[in-house]
């Protein structure tokens, strides 16, 4: 079992990384799945595992235990073993949630990253006690760092506010960040104001050196606002359908900080990416699938119940402007034309 982080977590773009299945079967396609973590790593763009995207609640133990291996073989063979792994790992119960972890390392998983399950959230809602003693024996059992992961909209309204992650992230030190699907800008500055400081670090020190505590943004619709607040990038399901011009945008919003020539140029980025964001949001994850099908030739549809995009929507969505747009930065970027 790991007992340590080598492959450190740093600032910039991950991607939730969809599950790809065979269309008959249902099975496991690891090869479309490997080819799809090789593309977005030579973007610059690190993989989640058995996130929302990735359909983590269709999956067994033990495919997502095969997922992390194959990532990890498919990483290292092409020469990136200094990318770390993020796997979902929440789960119905804490219980679950810990034995998920402890698998999720034993796999090969650097960091877990973790969603309250919203099936009591009429329960848990309210309850700030129990949630924050969720993610407290979460991080305290887990031998990986494990990012909190907030998402009203995937566990039945269940919001974190500002405070409590912020108490997670002084009291909890095998806590590594959290991922603000909530979309809270606010929020967002608010928790940078703490774990950004200079002082945090030697104030409240990691269980793992190699896992600060990141604030990351689970859109892309703020890369460049939450870089001047000293954001740390974003976990966001587009970069599966442009990784070079999203990493694009995390690097000059970051470089405009120091040299405010390069803000125009990351303002463009922005309000293409965050158009194309809000469009292709709507689709979810079989929009996503469709995208990643027309343009680079896997991507095939959901595990059942969810169902594949209607043909209408399939098109409005390719033909949108914003998608369009999207789709003409991202073959500028990679050299793609």
Not at 152 to 170: F, K, N, Q, R, V
Not at 216 to 239: E, K
Request: charged fraction near 20%.
């Amino acid at each position: 079992m790991a007992s340590s982080v080598v492959r450190p977590l740093q600032p910039g773009i991950y991607a939730p990384i969809p599950t790809f299945f065979a269309p008959e079967t249902e099975d496991l396609d690891l090869q479309s799945f490997s080819s799809h973590i090789i593309r977005l790593a030579k973007a610059g763009v690190k993989p989640l595992l058995s996130g929302s995207m990735g359909e983590a609640h269709h999956l067994s133990h033990a495919e997502r235990a095969a997922l992390i291996k194959t990532a990890r073989k498919a990483l290292d063979d092409a020469g990136f073993t200094s990318i770390p792994i993020i796997a979902g790992t929440g789960a119905g119960s804490t219980r679950e949630t810990i034995e998920l972890s402890i698998e999720a390392a034993d796999a090969g998983a650097d960091y877990a990253i973790v969603i309250c399950s919203g099936y009591f959230a009429g329960a848990l809602a309210g309850n700030r006690k129990a949630l924050k003693a969720f993610w407290t024996e979460v991080a305290e059992k887990s031998p990986i760092p494990v990012i909190i992961y907030n998402y009203p909209g995937a566990s039945g309204g269940i919001d974190l506010d500002s405070d409590l992650i912020t108490e997670l992230a002084i009291e909890s030190p095998n806590i590594a960040g959290v991922k603000l699907t909530c979309g809270n800008v606010g929020k967002l500055t608010r928790i940078t104001a703490t774990v950004s400081d200079p002082s945090f670090a030697s104030l409240h020190p990691r269980k793992n050196p190699y896992a600060p505590f990141l604030a990351l943004g689970g859109f892309t619709d703020f890369v460049l606002p939450s870089a001047f607040v000293d954001a740390h990038g974003a976990i966001t399901g587009l970069a599966n359908v442009a990784p070079f011009a999203i990493a694009k945008l995390f690097e000059l919003s970051e470089q405009s900080k120091k040299d405010t020539s390069l803000l125009p140029e990351a303002q463009r980025l922005q309000g293409i990416i965050a158009r194309a964001d809000y469009t292709i949001a709507k689709t979810s994850i079989a929009g996503t699938k469709f995208l990643l099908e027309k343009l680079y030739g896997y991507g095939g549809s959901p595990r059942k119940p969810l169902p594949p995009i209607e043909a209408d929507a399939a098109t409005a969505i390719w033909e949108h402007p914003h998608t369009v747009e999207l789709v003409r930065l991202e073959r500028e970027l990679s050299g793609k034309l």
